[in-house]
């Protein structure tokens, strides 16, 4: 199989997961059409035969199972997706990357933030609201992002290991959080699963953040302040809907030639 054929299959593969885990369609097929356990790679094969082993009744259990198996498929298909899910899939989040097509990188970003553009390497989103009805009132939801033209001003140039320290707090929540990453145990390894995803946009990648920290000193030290002591310019939106207030929020932007990727965390009650 070439890579290209590699890669439509997983790619199918998981929007088929996608789609039953969030039970959009009751008349979906149980596997993707087209797609034989013969025709797919060893993970294609491995997900095809864990996904024809989970009963389908009772339908909630089938869709956590599904959850499961889609978060372990995506673990599986790259250490990316691997590290993204191990430091923030837990706390309200926003991750993508997208496609650079602009001389000026606020575009790309605006794209990303409004989920118009797709992850070049096929590579996890992590969207709590990707399906939310609240996008039917505010299309990027929970941004509330201004025009591209005004994004870079509210934004402030970050050095490389501040951007990785303000991922890693990403991992804490906003109000009564009692392990902040500082204190954590496991505080090095979220430091490099932090590394990890900012190595993808290469040695020569800018970063920018909405932390006012970084106003005037491009090496904010985000490990001691935390989350809650963390200032910003807010991207997020002012409406309240479906009962969720969005108070705070911190964000970390990564440029290079060919990707924009978006790293954004938020407080919420």
Known sequence: MSALAGRVAL??????????????????????????????????RWALD?????????????????GSLLAEFRSRRSPWNAAALRLLDD??????????????????VHAVLHRTVTDPRGWVRLDWDRRNPARRTVPAYPFDPP???????????????????????????????????????????????ARLLLDRYGPDARYWTNATAAASDPAPDFLT????????????????IAGLDIFEDLGVVAVNDEEVGVFWSFGAY
């Not at 088929?16 to 149980?30: F, G, M, S």
């Not at 356990?37 to 060893?42: A, I, K, L, M, Y």
């Not at 490389?160 to 496991?186: D, K, Y």
């Open 91 to 108: 706390t309200y989040t926003f991750v993508a990357t997208g496609p650079r097509r602009h001389k000026e990188w606020a575009h790309d």
């Open 11 to 44: 790619d199918l593969l998981e929007a088929h997961l996608e789609a039953l885990w969030d039970a959009t369609d009751a008349a979906l097929p149980p596997e993707p059409i087209g797609l034989t356990t013969e025709e797919g790679d060893e993970l294609v």
């Open 50 to 66: 864990r996904l024809r082993n989970v009963p389908r009744e009772p339908k909630d259990a089938f869709c956590r199972e599904v």
């Open 147 to 193: 025009d591209p033209a005004e994004l870079p001003a509210l934004l402030y140039p970050l050095e490389a290991e501040a951007a990785v320290a303000a991922l890693a707090i990403m991992a804490e929540e906003w109000q009564g959080e009692p392990a902040p990453v500082r204190s954590r145990p496991n505080r090095d390894a979220l430091l490099t699963d």
């Open 225 to 240: 302040s935390g989350l809650q002591g963390t200032t910003f310019h807010c991207f997020h939106t002012r409406e309240y």
